[in-house]
């Protein structure tokens, strides 16, 4: 990393939901204007200047897709350096309290158990957390 470059932290949630199939967790798909357009992802955004990393979660689902959601357990941290950008990406487990998803920077969204979430369609920095939320049965 060189000096002029620095570390942007983001939080990301692990939207959960249970069905026939058990456990779910919702993985939404960049959309075209996006850095990394088609990749999938966990949602979630950068930590603006004062805000806690809850905080900034329970705004950024908000902005994203128009739900409330409950913040849970930490699932766990990656650093990851992008060719622009180096982040630190916090994971937590979430559910949704109230509203229905409403896509506004994502153009699409599943729900799939967590031995279903392909690492290919995943975005490089949320790959890791994978393994950690198939522990989470």
């Not at 058990?22 to 603006?48: C, D, H, M, N, Y």
């Not at 979660?57 to 739900?67: F, P």
């Not at 949704?96 to 969204?109: F, K, P, R, V």
């Amino acid at each position: 990393m060189n000096s002029t470059e620095q570390t942007v932290l983001v939080v990301a949630a692990a939207i959960q939901r249970q069905s026939s199939q058990g456990k779910e967790f919702l993985i939404v798909r960049r959309g075209p204007s996006q850095t990394g357009a088609g990749f999938w992802e966990f949602p979630g955004g950068k930590v603006e200047s004062g805000e806690e990393n809850t905080e900034a979660l329970v705004r950024e689902i908000q902005e994203e897709l128009g739900v409330e959601i409950q913040v849970g357990d930490f699932v766990g941290e990656n650093s990851f350096k992008y060719p622009t950008k180096h982040i630190r990406l916090l994971l937590f487990e979430c559910q949704i309290l109230q509203g229905s998803i409403q896509l506004t920077e994502h153009d699409a969204l599943e729900w799939l158990p967590a031995d279903k979430i392909s690492l290919d369609m995943l975005s490089e920095a949320d790959r890791p957390f994978v393994p950690l939320l198939q522990g989470k049965r």
